[in-house]
């Protein structure tokens, strides 16, 4: 292990680093425990994929939302859901018949927290930051059982600190009448990542 | 229909542990993608060495991401001057000894309220 420039103390137990951070930087006046408990909570409670779930929900059933929010995404998706605007921009890319999305970020762990919430595991492993990119069809179909057609384009999106993405999923045959708050149950938090193409599943039982 | 009350549902908790939590909400909290003043790419640039640093050598999981995460955050506020190695190194000896605990953190406990009334610099 090299321990060089590493910072301090990387032996210690994190529980105790992350202490000792907070601890002094309280001390000067630089961080208020309320402040920390706040922002644990928003993220623990309030922020997950159903802010994105009920925007796609939105988008399938109102099609100039649709186009104002491929347009501008946040600013769209302050009609449906509460969401901050300074917030990062992100912008929603569409699937359509032609073409699969797919988000990643190659360098670190960028992702739309304000729609998604925070990523899985799988996002932030080295795994899936390198081969989203080299190999995305193959990932898919051996990593996430998600078999894009051949004749069906992918584009990846590389995501980072300034723009993040999110997908907007083909809403699948069968749904068209459903209303919005059950439409979200169709929804993955996965599809809108571009690992899972919503379809079969989702068909109604004949 | 109750879709909409839970909004995590289908997600996986946000955390595993609470240092986990502690360290992302403190890294938040300083930058502009928070609270705070910090530029979030000076973090986020940290962030980037410390994943590249550990490049494939371990299994993703959540404690090594936040331990990428921690060392980012000790980096950033060392390079930064704004907390003195070795006093970081004496604060993290305190609370692994448990001559300190996070019950000091707990507000109103002895009166650690955080408020500018009282003169909390020990200088010896």
Not at chain 2, 22 to 32: E, K, P, W
Not at chain 2, 63 to 82: I, K, M, N, P, T
Not at chain 2, 89 to 96: G, L, Q, V
Request: hydrophobic share 35%.
């Amino acid at each position: 292990m090299s321990d060089e420039s590493t910072g301090p103390s990387r032996a210690a137990d994190p529980k105790s680093r992350v202490r000792a951070i907070q601890s002094l930087l309280i001390e000067k006046e630089m961080l208020s425990t309320e402040a920390v408990d706040r922002i644990i909570s928003v993220y623990e409670e309030d922020i997950g994929p159903m802010t994105g779930k009920r925007v796609v929900a939105r988008a399938w059933s109102d099609p100039a939302f649709k186009e104002r929010l491929l347009d501008d995404g946040v600013p769209a998706m302050a009609e449906v859901v509460d969401i901050d605007d300074e917030t990062i921009d992100i912008q929603v890319v569409e699937n359509t018949p032609d073409v699969h999305n797919l988000v990643v970020c190659t360098l670190c762990s960028c992702y739309p927290w304000a729609v998604l919430g925070l990523p899985p595991t799988w996002y932030k492993s080295p795994e899936y930051r390198s081969r989203a990119v080299r190999e995305p069809r193959e990932m898919l179909r051996e990593e996430f059982d998600c078999d894009v057609p051949d004749d069906v384009g992918i584009e990846v999106w590389d995501s980072n600190s300034e723009l993040r993405y999110m997908v907007l999923p083909q809403q699948p045959p069968g749904t068209e009448d459903l209303p919005e708050d059950e439409l979200v149950d169709v929804i993955t938090r996965d599809s809108m990542v571009g690992v899972e193409r919503l379809g079969e599943a989702a068909k109604p039982t004949p | 229909m109750t879709a909409t009350e839970d909004p995590r549902r289908d997600d996986e908790p946000a955390f595993e542990a609470p240092w986990q939590a502690r360290a992302f909400a403190i890294a938040l909290s300083l930058t502009d993608r928070g609270e705070g003043d910090l530029p979030w790419d000076d973090f986020q640039g940290r962030l980037v060495e410390e994943i590249e640093r550990d490049g494939e050598s371990i299994e993703a999981s959540e404690d090594v991401y936040y331990e990428q995460w921690l060392r980012a955050l000790e980096r950033l506020l060392v390079d930064d001057g704004l907390v003195d190695p070795g006093e970081l190194d004496e604060r993290i000896e305190a609370f692994e000894t448990g001559e300190r605990d996070a019950s000091e953190f707990v507000i109103g406990e002895h009166g650690h309220t955080h408020e500018h009334d009282h003169d909390h610099h020990h200088h010896h």
